[in-house]
Nanobody, 116 residues
Framework: QVQLVESGGGLVQAGGSLRLSCVAS????????WGWYRQAPGKQRELVAS???????NYADSVKGRFAISRDNAKNTVYLQMNGLKPEDTAVYYC??????????WGQGTQVTVSS
């Protein structure tokens, strides 16, 4: 059974940093594709960052140069380092995995709030 558990969200001032963690069980961080999404109130969920099974990364234009996705296969954990946070980064952040046969898994989300 696959389970993704996010943590690391919170309240931070503009310009600050947070690191989100996604601990995975039942699925390997090293052999699947991973992503971080976010959803702000009244908006659609959007892709923030992704990492392929080979380690290639991709970022939304709005976060390029500020956010970084990484993984620690020994800990079976995927991270999202967020620097230079802006009020418009406020959202619930979700970890996402694409597993066998393209099945998609989601975590429960973690709230990130950036004050101006």
């Amino acid at each position: 059974q696959v389970q993704l558990v996010e943590s690391g969200g919170g309240l931070v001032q503009a310009g600050g940093s947070l690191r989100l963690s996604c601990v995975a069980s039942g699925i390997s961080t090293g052999t699947n594709a991973w992503g971080w999404y976010r959803q702000a109130p009244g908006k659609q969920r959007e892709l923030v960052a992704s990492m392929s099974n080979t380690g290639n990364t991709n970022y939304a234009d709005s976060v390029k140069g500020r956010f970084a996705i990484s993984r620690d296969n020994a800990k079976n954990t995927v991270y999202l380092q967020m620097n230079g946070l802006k009020p418009e980064d406020t959202a619930v952040y979700y970890c996402n995995a694409i597993g066998f046969l393209g099945r998609v898994y989601w975590g429960q989300g973690t709230q990130v709030t950036v004050s101006s």
